[in-house]
């Protein structure tokens, strides 16, 4: 069954909420926090507090703006299979820390995977009617704006991976031995890795390896104008179409 098929019979019991909040946590039970990172210099935190401020004003102007879609949103998938509106995951956070992420729901209820192993693929039948628009069109990301606003992400920095995310059926730090080094900064709803195509599912170490690369050279580069890079040539590729599936 796609996207686009009939849903099943049965509308979502709302006994699977707690099934889920349970598998979240016991999923991510055996996953340790990294080893602490060193503290940043004064030029940098400067730095740093001018990207948090930035990040305060245009996750509170956004979330205003965007309130009324927001609700239209939920209703929709309300109305489409009578789930639950957000999809909630464990995800790294700075400096190693488990944040939990807010998202669109674009899956049956009862297929969402919140140990973030079974990873998204394009056509996957898991996803609901509006839930496959909400992604081709990265709609779903929308609710980490609240992530943003709480200042557990940023608008731009490495991927929100999830704790148990995998590559070529791997564990990122086992893939990749400076994987943590891209918690040194707050993850990002979007940034340099997703900005240069690499996004999606990762069945190859290459992917994995490049992707990575991508948030590293972030971190040690960082500066607000590659922000604003980042941020602009985001806006071109959605403007364009979008990537997302």
Avoid at 35 to 63: E, H, W
Avoid at 168 to 177: F, H, K, M, S
Avoid at 204 to 220: E, F, G, H, K, T
Wanted: charged share 25%; glycine share 8%.
């Amino acid at each position: 069954m796609n996207a686009y098929t009939s849903k099943t019979n049965s509308r979502f019991d709302p006994s699977q909420r707690q099934d889920k909040i349970r598998s979240l946590v016991v999923a991510n039970s055996n996953i340790r926090q990294p080893d602490s990172f060193s503290p940043v210099d004064r030029k940098m935190a400067t730095r740093l507090g001018v990207k948090r401020l930035f990040d305060i004003v245009a996750s509170v102007s956004a979330l205003t703006v965007l309130a009324p879609f927001f609700l239209a949103i939920a209703l929709f998938i309300k109305l489409d299979d009578g789930g639950p509106v957000f999809f909630r995951q464990i995800r790294w956070g700075l400096n190693g820390r488990k944040i939990v992420v807010f998202k669109f729901r674009s899956m049956r209820a009862e297929d969402c995977d919140p140990s973030g192993i079974q990873q998204t693929v394009e056509g996957d039948s898991r996803m609901t009617s509006i839930g496959a628009v909400l992604r081709r069109t990265n709609i779903d990301e929308l609710p980490q704006l609240f992530n943003v606003l709480i200042g557990e992400m940023s608008l731009v920095g490495p991927r929100c991976h999830a704790i148990n995310m995998r590559a070529a059926g791997r564990l990122y730090e086992e893939l990749v031995p400076d994987y943590h080094q891209r918690h040194i900064m707050r993850p990002g709803i979007t940034g340099l890795a997703q900005t240069r195509g690499w996004r999606g599912p990762t069945a190859r170490p290459l992917q994995a390896r490049a992707r990575i690369a991508c948030d590293i050279y972030y971190v040690r580069n960082f500066s607000l104008l590659l922000d604003l890079k980042i941020l602009l040539k985001t806006l071109v590729i959605e403007l364009r179409g979008g990537t997302g599936f």
